[in-house]
């Protein structure tokens, strides 16, 4: 299984954002998908997770800036930020669990990441 990410770059401060992540592979279902960023010199941190049945959980500093979302027939899942902090500089990891056969064997994947640089 990958995870394929895409978005970010740079982005002004106020300004936003739009990250996906594409899942590819054996997957037979995708039981969650999210985001996790790391700072340079910090610990990775949730952003989001969202689940197959549309339930969300959110970083408690990123309530009502992020929004995830998740397109199950396209195994994609969408993070949408506003009002961007430069704070907000991270490195940007996608994450999913797996169920890759109808044993219900499962695996947690990452993705390789994307730079989101929030700066003027």
């Known amino acids: 299984v990958q995870l394929q990410a895409s978005g970010g770059g740079l982005v002004q401060p106020g300004g936003p954002l739009r990250l996906s992540c594409a899942a590819s592979?054996?997957?037979?279902?995708?039981?969650?998908m999210g985001w996790y960023r790391q700072a340079p010199g910090s610990q990775r941190e949730l952003v989001a997770t969202?689940?197959?049945?549309?339930?969300?959980n959110y970083g408690d500093s990123m309530k009502g800036r992020f929004t995830i979302s998740f397109d199950i027939a396209k195994y994609t899942v969408y993070l949408q930020g506003n009002s961007l902090k430069t704070e907000d500089t991270a490195v940007y990891y996608c994450?999913?669990?797996?169920?890759?056969?109808?044993?219900?064997?499962?695996?947690?994947?990452w993705g390789q990441g994307t730079q989101v640089t929030v700066s003027s």
């Open positions: 994450n999913a669990e797996v169920v890759v056969n109808t044993l219900d064997v499962k695996y947690n994947y």
């Open positions: 969202i689940t197959s049945d549309g339930s969300t």
């Open positions: 592979g054996s997957i037979f279902k995708i039981n969650n």
